[in-house]
Protein backbone atom coordinates (compact mmCIF):
# COMPACT_ATOMS: atom_id res chain seq x y z
CA UNK A 1 0.00 0.00 0.00
CA UNK A 2 1.16 3.66 -0.86
CA UNK A 3 1.80 6.30 1.12
CA UNK A 4 0.16 9.41 0.61
CA UNK A 5 0.87 13.28 1.36
CA UNK A 6 -2.61 15.43 0.83
CA UNK A 7 -1.40 19.30 -0.42
CA UNK A 8 -2.20 22.09 1.82
CA UNK A 9 -5.45 23.13 -0.18
CA UNK A 10 -6.63 19.79 -1.04
CA UNK A 11 -10.32 19.04 -0.06
CA UNK A 12 -10.51 18.11 4.05
CA UNK A 13 -14.06 16.83 3.32
CA UNK A 14 -11.95 13.72 0.37
CA UNK A 15 -9.13 13.45 3.41
CA UNK A 16 -11.83 12.53 6.08
CA UNK A 17 -13.82 10.53 4.14
CA UNK A 18 -10.70 8.53 3.13
CA UNK A 19 -9.54 7.96 6.23
CA UNK A 20 -13.24 6.97 7.46
CA UNK A 21 -13.48 4.37 4.24
CA UNK A 22 -9.90 2.70 4.95
CA UNK A 23 -8.23 3.59 8.56
CA UNK A 24 -5.46 1.57 7.21
CA UNK A 25 -4.65 4.18 4.45
CA UNK A 26 -1.49 5.83 5.75
CA UNK A 27 -2.00 10.02 4.78
CA UNK A 28 -0.93 12.98 6.19
CA UNK A 29 -1.37 16.18 5.21
CA UNK A 30 0.69 19.37 4.71
CA UNK A 31 -0.83 21.17 7.92
CA UNK A 32 0.22 17.64 9.98
CA UNK A 33 3.65 17.88 9.40
CA UNK A 34 4.71 21.70 9.56
CA UNK A 35 4.87 22.29 5.42
CA UNK A 36 2.32 25.20 5.98
CA UNK A 37 2.91 27.55 3.25
CA UNK A 38 5.78 25.72 1.85
CA UNK A 39 6.37 26.78 -1.83
CA UNK A 40 5.55 23.49 -4.46
CA UNK A 41 9.46 22.31 -4.99
CA UNK A 42 9.68 22.25 -0.70
CA UNK A 43 5.88 20.10 -0.94
CA UNK A 44 7.43 17.58 -3.37
CA UNK A 45 11.03 17.73 -1.84
CA UNK A 46 9.05 16.33 1.77
CA UNK A 47 7.16 13.78 -0.16
CA UNK A 48 9.81 11.90 -1.66
CA UNK A 49 12.42 12.04 1.14
CA UNK A 50 9.14 10.37 3.27
CA UNK A 51 8.23 8.31 -0.01
CA UNK A 52 5.03 9.97 -0.43
CA UNK A 53 2.48 10.02 -2.93
CA UNK A 54 1.42 13.43 -3.42
CA UNK A 55 -2.52 14.32 -3.42
CA UNK A 56 -3.52 17.68 -5.04
CA UNK A 57 -5.71 20.02 -6.47
CA UNK A 58 -3.50 22.45 -7.93
CA UNK A 59 -3.16 21.77 -11.54
CA UNK A 60 -1.28 24.84 -13.11
CA UNK A 61 2.18 24.66 -11.39
CA UNK A 62 2.85 21.40 -9.20
CA UNK A 63 2.65 19.31 -12.10
CA UNK A 64 5.94 21.63 -14.03
CA UNK A 65 7.72 21.19 -10.73
CA UNK A 66 7.29 17.20 -10.87
CA UNK A 67 8.44 16.82 -14.24
CA UNK A 68 11.52 18.95 -13.40
CA UNK A 69 12.02 16.46 -10.55
CA UNK A 70 11.95 13.70 -13.17
CA UNK A 71 14.04 15.57 -15.65
CA UNK A 72 16.41 16.40 -12.89
CA UNK A 73 16.70 12.47 -11.76
CA UNK A 74 15.86 13.07 -8.29
CA UNK A 75 13.29 11.18 -6.61
CA UNK A 76 9.47 11.33 -6.89
CA UNK A 77 7.41 9.15 -5.77
CA UNK A 78 4.21 10.90 -7.82
CA UNK A 79 1.17 13.13 -7.84
CA UNK A 80 -2.14 12.47 -8.07
CA UNK A 81 -4.01 15.64 -9.48
CA UNK A 82 -7.64 15.32 -8.72
CA UNK A 83 -9.67 17.24 -9.77
CA UNK A 84 -12.34 19.84 -7.89
CA UNK A 85 -15.96 18.89 -9.87
CA UNK A 86 -14.76 15.33 -9.25
CA UNK A 87 -18.05 14.04 -6.41
CA UNK A 88 -16.91 13.56 -3.31
CA UNK A 89 -17.81 9.96 -3.27
CA UNK A 90 -16.18 9.25 -6.47
CA UNK A 91 -12.54 10.80 -5.58
CA UNK A 92 -12.97 9.20 -1.87
CA UNK A 93 -13.44 5.75 -3.42
CA UNK A 94 -10.85 5.97 -6.07
CA UNK A 95 -7.77 7.37 -4.00
CA UNK A 96 -9.01 4.07 -1.78
CA UNK A 97 -8.64 2.28 -4.38
CA UNK A 98 -5.63 4.06 -5.83
CA UNK A 99 -3.86 3.32 -2.43
CA UNK A 100 -4.82 -0.08 -1.66
CA UNK A 101 -4.30 -1.41 -4.74
CA UNK A 102 -0.50 0.20 -5.57
CA UNK A 103 2.54 -1.31 -4.06
CA UNK A 104 5.38 1.60 -2.69
CA UNK A 105 7.57 2.77 -5.80
CA UNK A 106 4.82 1.63 -8.24
CA UNK A 107 4.15 5.73 -8.61
CA UNK A 108 7.88 6.84 -8.56
CA UNK A 109 8.57 9.22 -11.36
CA UNK A 110 4.87 9.68 -12.82
CA UNK A 111 3.12 13.12 -12.01
CA UNK A 112 -0.67 12.34 -13.39
CA UNK A 113 -2.26 15.28 -14.13
CA UNK A 114 -6.02 14.31 -13.58
CA UNK A 115 -5.13 10.95 -12.02
CA UNK A 116 -7.04 8.35 -10.63
CA UNK A 117 -10.18 10.46 -10.10
CA UNK A 118 -12.73 9.69 -11.84
CA UNK A 119 -11.68 5.98 -12.85
CA UNK A 120 -14.88 5.48 -14.35
CA UNK A 121 -14.19 8.57 -16.98
CA UNK A 122 -10.08 8.96 -17.15
CA UNK A 123 -7.44 6.23 -17.37
CA UNK A 124 -3.92 5.93 -17.71
CA UNK A 125 -2.37 2.14 -17.26
CA UNK A 126 -0.79 0.81 -15.23
CA UNK A 127 0.13 -3.51 -13.42
CA UNK A 128 -3.69 -3.86 -15.88
CA UNK A 129 -5.39 -1.05 -14.64
CA UNK A 130 -6.38 1.82 -16.37
CA UNK A 131 -6.94 5.34 -14.74
CA UNK A 132 -6.73 7.72 -17.20
CA UNK A 133 -7.63 9.39 -20.89
CA UNK A 134 -7.39 12.73 -21.57
CA UNK A 135 -4.73 13.47 -24.04
CA UNK A 136 -2.02 13.74 -21.93
CA UNK A 137 0.98 11.94 -20.46
CA UNK A 138 0.34 8.36 -19.84
CA UNK A 139 -2.81 8.59 -22.25
CA UNK A 140 -3.42 6.28 -25.22
Sequence with gaps: ?????????????????????????????????GLSGADDPSVLEWAAEH????????????????????????????VFEICLRVALRSAIDDIVLLATCSEDGEWEGQPLPTAAVNLRSRHVTTRGYRFRADGGPGSG
Design 51 to 78: QRVLLTHDVATITAFAYERVRASKPMPG
Design 1 to 33: MIRLLADENFNNNIVRGVRLREPGIDLVRIQDV
